[in-house]
């Protein structure tokens, strides 16, 4: 958690810790990228207990996030629920994850870029 907390200095980051060693994190506002109405969102996602040796996957956002065009977030994207929240899913699975090198903060800066050039 303090390698999520330095990568995101200043920003309120809530976690929670499971039972099993595992972790929900929310990061509670980050900027989604200029193509969205919404100039903030939160993001969350799970650490599991299986951590490093299993993604972090997938990545939630707040669920009214919308394009400045109209059109729809695509693939990738779908409206569900995570810890209570309603939330957009985005489904940014690492296939050749790499324990040494693939961390939480690596991974979510990977989903915030993916986001942002779409």
């Known amino acids: 958690m303090e390698e999520v907390r330095a990568a995101f200095p200043g920003v309120v980051i809530n976690v929670r810790e499971e039972p099993d060693g595992g972790a929900v994190v929310f990061v509670e506002s980050v900027d989604p990228g200029e193509q969205y109405q919404q100039r903030s969102t939160w993001i969350g996602f799970r650490i599991t ?70």
């Open 49 to 118: 207990f299986q951590y490093p040796y299993s993604d972090v996957y997938p990545h939630f956002v707040r669920d009214d996030l919308a394009r400045v065009d109209g059109a729809g977030l695509g693939e990738g994207m779908t409206v569900t629920t995570f810890e209570d929240r309603q939330a957009v899913q985005i489904s940014r699975r690492s296939n050749k994850l790499n324990p040494a090198h693939d961390t939480a903060v690596i991974k979510l800066h990977k989903v915030l870029a993916w986001l942002r050039a779409r």
